[in-house]
């Protein structure tokens, strides 16, 4: 998929207005230089069971990207309404359906500025079709590259944050695998690439825990939420008592898992077959894979 190609197709939202999509930046804008001050969100809108487009946890993503800003200290120059509306109608402009929708605030001012007058911030807003994914089942391996952040940064989506994907995307090519796994700087393992873990012990799911080096999913959060921990749900429909504890989650930890999941707005729910050459529990899809999948699509889909 040539990302670039199907973004200009469609219209974008930039600072207050709607119009075709044909935004240039400068190559001395700070955001290119210093990565700080950009931050962004991945949302996705569906197609629901009536025959409408909802954008789903529209108002979670949009709060955590006004999160993301506070904690690197940019200030977004729309109120959360606004910004919420703003998404809305861009989807509704576009067609709606299935579609992605990425909100970026980035620095406005050059390099050679930002440290005179600060950052002055722009937010644009794209949208671009997103297909099904096919794949439900992955093979990854545990990175090489550890996350070093020891503090906050993580529960930031800022830009930042993603200087590694590249390289991360690159070694699960070399080692002809999906994805990979990252550990934080003690060795326990953290996240995939671009989404967060659950593993499945029995009737236990584990994930870890939301301590400065993961990003707070949206998706983990809608999974235990408004899944797991809904019993009523949980026991009526599927005779099943799930009990989620956060935990720091070390290579033993996964190796020996009954199922491992990656879970994401992009990836919506994945299930590792795979990991360093182990076949995860035994190899076929869990019982809690099959549960979340079903309910998820449930949610995302208004059924
Ligand atoms: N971790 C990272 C590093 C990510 O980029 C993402 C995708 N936004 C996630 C986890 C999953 O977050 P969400 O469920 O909010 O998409």
Request: contains cysteine.
């Amino acid at each position: 998929m040539s990302l670039p190609n199907i973004v200009r197709v469609m219209k974008m939202w930039s600072n207050g207005s709607i119009h075709k999509s044909n935004k240039k930046i400068d190559s001395m804008n700070a955001a290119l230089h210093y990565a700080g001050p950009a931050a962004w969100e991945g949302i996705r809108s569906y197609l629901q069971q009536n025959g409408s487009t909802k954008i789903f946890k529209l108002e979670e993503h949009i709060r955590r990207l006004f999160d993301s800003a506070k904690i690197i200290n940019i200030k977004i120059p729309f109120s959360y309404n606004d910004v919420i509306q703003a998404c809305s109608s861009l989807v509704e402009t576009n067609g709606g359906g299935d579609l992605y929708i990425r909100p970026i605030v980035y620095a406005r001012n050059d390099a050679s500025e930002m440290y005179k007058n600060g950052a002055e911030v722009n937010l644009d807003i794209y949208t671009f079709p997103m297909p099904i994914l096919s794949k439900r089942d992955v093979k990854v391996i545990i990175s090489n590259f550890s996350r070093s952040y020891p503090t906050y940064q993580m529960q930031a989506k800022v830009a930042v944050n993603y200087s590694t994907v590249y390289e991360l995307k690159q070694e699960a090519q070399r080692a002809g695998v999906d994805d990979v796994l990252v550990t934080d700087q003690h060795g326990f393992v953290v996240e995939a690439s671009l989404a967060n873990i659950f593993l499945v012990k029995g009737d236990v799911i584990l994930t870890p825990p939301n301590n400065g080096s993961i990003l707070p999913g949206v998706t983990r959060a809608t999974l235990i939420q408004d899944i797991l921990l809904n019993a009523p749900l949980m026991y009526s429909k599927y005779k099943k008592s799930p009990i989620v504890v956060e935990k720091n989650i070390t290579k033993a930890d996964i190796y020996t898992a009954d199922c491992i999941m990656l879970v994401g707005t992009y990836y919506e729910i994945l299930n590792v077959l795979e990991v360093d050459g182990r076949v995860i529990g035994n190899g076929v899809e869990n019982s809690y894979y099959k549960i979340l999948w079903e309910e998820y699509h449930n949610l995302i889909r208004g059924r």
